[in-house]
């Protein structure tokens, strides 16, 4: 008897699952958005302590690595007794893993700033409020956009270990793609699907860079 077809590609499955795939990937940004904007709320404050306190900032950076490295696996199983099976679970989870890349971009960009810059900001007249404010965050946005921009594409990867409290987006298709006797077009067709979205994550966000920060494109032409 001859095996039953299974192909990797499949546009019939794509016109059959279409409501399941458009709900699966409004899930997808949803943990995704949530993720990187909870990593950024967290970051600010972090990086101004570091800022204000330049010996924290061993310590802070430090911490944030040790976090990055705890198994997604282990972090969920931490997590899940505290905010059980829900979105909180996933989107905490990732925003501890985007932290670092956020916090060291933010704390590097500021920190390139030159000195100079700043003197003559300040011999202006310019408060310190205003000296962060109007010269060293938009001289810094560069680098900081660009670490939300590695943060972002990570992320959307990483959002299908929320299948394991069953809100993963696509995670949750390839998960059931292996449970449902290795069904490949299933399989397939979601990860293809987070590699779209992480294509059209980076896209947009080098548009806002772009948008933001047309200087520094001037300078890297």
């Known amino acids: 008897m001859a095996a039953a077809s299974n192909p990797w590609l499949s546009w019939s499955y794509v016109q059959d699952n279409w409501d399941t795939l458009v ?43 040790v976090l990055y490295t705890i198994p997604s696996l282990a972090l969920i199983s931490l997590l899940w007794p505290v905010f059980g099976l829900s979105p909180w679970t996933v989107i905490i989870a990732l925003a501890v893993y985007g932290l670092l890349v956020v916090l060291r971009n933010i704390v590097v960009g500021l920190d390139e700033v030159p000195g100079d810059v700043l003197d003559a ?46 809100y993963g987006g696509f995670g949750m298709l390839i998960l059931s793609g292996f449970q449902n006797n290795f069904w490949h077009a299933e399989i397939f067709t979601a990860t293809l699907c987070c590699v779209l979205l992480a294509v059209v994550f980076e896209v947009l966000l080098l548009a806002v860079e772009r948008f933001t920060v047309p200087w520094a494109r001037k300078q890297a032409t």
Request: net charge positive; charged share 10%.
């Open 23 to 65: 709900a699966a990937g409004k899930e997808h940004v949803m943990l995704t958005v949530g993720a990187v904007a909870l990593a950024i709320i967290l970051a600010i404050p972090l990086a101004v302590l570091v800022r204000k306190v330049p010996t924290l900032s061993g310590p802070v950076l430090g911490l944030s690595g």
């Open 121 to 166: 900001a300040t011999g202006m007249g310019l408060t310190p409020r205003q000296v962060t404010t109007r010269v060293s965050i938009p001289l810094a946005l560069p680098t900081i956009l660009a670490g939300i921009r590695i943060a972002t594409v990570s992320t959307v990867g990483m959002v299908t270990i929320g299948a394991l409290v069953g």
